[in-house]
């Protein structure tokens, strides 16, 4: 591997990049090594147009694009110099002849790149006096995206994405010269499945998404990092958080499971922690078909009750378990262990199928269904066929995944049992119907790991608290068998001792538990790299 310097640091670098890219990937761009930069992404084609990353490189007798400079061994590279902070000025004011000073209204404010360069590399005032120039405001570029054509800097990574990721093309460089501007052609929005990444793209506030425009300011919002429950690909994301409130999902990078981009189904899917339709409430079914609003204590209490009495009489093969596949892994490991202390094998978990493409989106349109198969929840359909045939006198039912066309289609072959017990997420219709219906945590409310379609475990914490009681669905399991008197469900509910066991108890778990997998994920034993 070519051995290069940089600022006097030797640093060993992978063959055939170029200096950006070789920086970037032993981890020092920006960390350590700062070369600014605009036009260039480690996702997309070089463009070379912004020319703010240009370094001296000893024996060349003129600056250098690092974005476009093969890196070859023995080379010097000095990116501090006064030649390079003089260009990387001068760059920065020829930038900014034509933008609008409106950063303390600009959307982007806070996280804008044009903001942080020009205040570290830019002149302390302006030199023109002729006015900026006018251009659109508030273009609405399709149902997700709006343009400020007056902040546009040309970067053109926008262009490059539409061009090169999802491959529809839909944005282009109008004009030439000084009149270049960003556009759509007349009946072609930018409509596809991945248009919100353009937002995260743009360095300064020109392209911004309708969801998030104005909404609430950077500088008030933690970030938090989180995977996506939008499918089974399980996207990294940053969620974004003010006052105990979820405003957006960001793609958070990781090369093996998204590089640096997020579906735009999957990053609205965030509305499902504070949506409205969330069971916020226990509930038991009375008399009179009514629901009685309970603690979540008295509702496993409940539970319990009518799950003993029901084994008590037909035994525990008349109850059939159906496990969430947006539960973690600790989750399904603590129900597996619960139909293993109650003596019921007739366990399974319904996956809802939806739309897939080469990129990101997978078919199974839940988090953790690998997981669930791999710790003995398969596929629902003997399970189902025995309650349809009238085997199975009892449900204990997580989520309401099996309500899709595909599985039952409806909650009626369900609610003709003796006992029905959910525990959701959202107040469903399966929910409304339960003889017991007990609420859980979204995955942005809890700790434990989920195992994407390729048996990648990733880490999930909580990054928001439910303004009502609401336990974890492997908590409500445990509580469940504490109060049916099961083996091994002493004590209170330990997720982390739970993970460690997990990872003990079940071969291709092997070595993964909370403490272990890291920001990246680890793969499943067994799985290929």
């Known amino acids: 591997m070519p051995r290069i310097s940089v600022d006097g640091r030797i640093i060993e670098v992978p063959e055939s990049r170029t200096i950006l890219q070789a920086l970037d990937e032993t981890g020092l761009l920006m960390a350590g090594i700062d070369v600014p930069h605009y036009c260039w992404h480690p996702k997309l084609s070089i463009d070379g147009s912004c020319r703010l990353c240009q370094v001296e490189v000893e024996g060349m007798p003129k600056l250098q694009i690092a974005c476009n400079t093969p890196v070859a061994d023995g080379m010097a590279i000095r990116t501090r110099s006064e030649r390079v902070c003089s260009a990387r000025q001068g760059v920065m004011e020829l930038l900014l002849v034509n933008h609008p000073l409106d950063c303390a209204i600009c959307d982007q404010a806070g996280e ?20 900026r120039r006018a251009l659109k405001k508030n273009v609405e570029l399709g149902p997700n995206i709006v343009l400020d054509q007056e902040r546009c800097i040309l970067c053109r990574r926008c262009v490059r994405f539409c061009d090169e990721v999802p491959a529809t093309g839909e944005l282009h460089v109008m004009g030439r010269g000084d009149r270049s501007v960003i556009e759509t052609l007349p009946d072609e929005p930018l409509a596809n499945d991945y248009s919100m990444n353009v937002a995260d793209l743009c360095p300064v506030g020109a392209l911004t998404t309708r969801d998030f425009r104005f ?40 090369d093996a499971v998204n590089d640096t981009w997020l579906c735009d189904r999957g990053r609205l899917s965030y509305k499902r922690i504070g949506s409205g339709d969330r069971l916020a409430q226990a509930s038991l079914r009375g008399t009179a078909s009514a629901r009685e609003p309970v ?38 490991f603590t129900l597996r262990r619960f139909c293993d202390a109650l003596g019921v094998t007739a366990r399974g978990a319904a996956v809802v199928l939806g739309p897939q493409d080469r990129l990101l989106m997978k078919a199974e349109q839940a988090a953790n269904a690998e ?19 009238g085997e199975a006198a009892g449900a204990l039912v997580f989520g309401h995944d099996v309500l899709d066309p595909a599985h039952l289609g409806g909650p009626e072959a369900l609610t003709a049992l003796e006992t029905l017990v959910v525990v959701d997420l959202q107040d469903s219709a399966l929910a409304r119907c339960a003889d017991v219906a007990i609420p859980v945590r979204h995955a942005a409310e809890r700790e434990g790991t989920l195992t994407n379609f390729a048996g990648l475990a990733q880490r999930v914490q909580p990054a928001v608290e439910p303004g009502w009681e609401a336990w974890t669905d492997g908590e409500v399991v445990w509580r469940l068998g504490a109060a049916l008197g099961l083996a091994g469900f002493e004590g209170a509910y330990d997720v982390r001792s739970v993970s460690r066991e997990l990872a003990q108890a079940v071969p291709g778990f092997s070595g993964i538990d909370l403490d272990r997998v890291g920001e990246h994920g680890l793969s499943l034993a067994g799985v290929g790299s």
Not at 297 to 323: E, N, P, S, Y
Not at 371 to 389: K, M, T, W
């Open 215 to 254: 909404k609430v300011r950077v500088w008030f919002l933690d970030d938090v990092p989180g995977v996506c429950t939008g499918c089974a690909n399980g996207c990294n994301v940053t969620i974004g958080v003010s006052k105990n409130r979820v405003y957006r999902y960001q793609p958070r990078r990781n």
């Open 295 to 332: 603690s979540c204590g008295t509702a496993v209490a409940a539970a319990a009750a009518r799950l003993q009495q029901l084994t008590d009489a037909a035994g525990a093969a008349a109850l059939v378990v159906l496990a969430s596949p947006h539960a973690s892994n600790e989750d399904l």
């Open 112 to 131: 804008c790149k044009l903001q942080d360069y020009a205040f570290e590399y830019g002149a302390d005032a302006s030199r023109t006096r002729e006015p």
């Open 371 to 389: 997981g669930a198969r791999r710790l003995g929840f398969g596929p629902p359909d003997a399970l189902l066929a025995r309650v349809r045939c």
